[in-house]
């Protein structure tokens, strides 16, 4: 299972970000896809997770109500959508996969930076 977690960089606080998880192997659409992210100095956390149905589950209070996440299975990817993004979002930001939102566990790849700074 190999995802590529792209679209990070810099954006100023206020601005708006999407990142994209795409599959070069299999199928998302059939499977849960998460982002996690490591802001530096801190543990890696579950962000927010879209399940196989397409319902989105938020595992950071932050982050309701400004990410979403969504699926274009035409071009097999995956999306988190990013706005008003504040400082404390600067993290590297991964994507994994999973038959459930529960067996998705932090992947070993790398990830896509996302930096929010003025």
């Known amino acids: 299972v190999q995802l590529q977690a792209s679209g990070g960089g810099l954006v100023q606080p206020g601005g708006s970000l999407t990142l994209s998880c795409a599959a070069s192997r299999f199928t998302l659409h059939y499977y849960a896809i998460a982002w996690f992210r490591q802001a530096p100095g801190k543990e890696r956390e579950r962000v927010s997770c879209?399940?196989?149905?397409?319902?989105?589950?938020y595992y950071s209070d932050s982050v309701k109500g400004r990410f979403t996440m969504s699926r274009d299975s035409a071009k097999n990817t995956v999306y988190l959508q990013m706005n008003s993004l504040k400082p404390e979002d600067t993290a590297v930001y991964y994507c994994?996969?999973?038959?459930?939102?529960?067996?998705?566990?932090?992947?070993r790849g790398p990830g896509t930076q996302v930096t929010v700074s003025s």
């Open positions: 994994a996969s999973g038959d459930t939102c529960r067996t998705v566990v932090s992947p």
């Open positions: 879209l399940t196989s149905t397409d319902n989105i589950l």
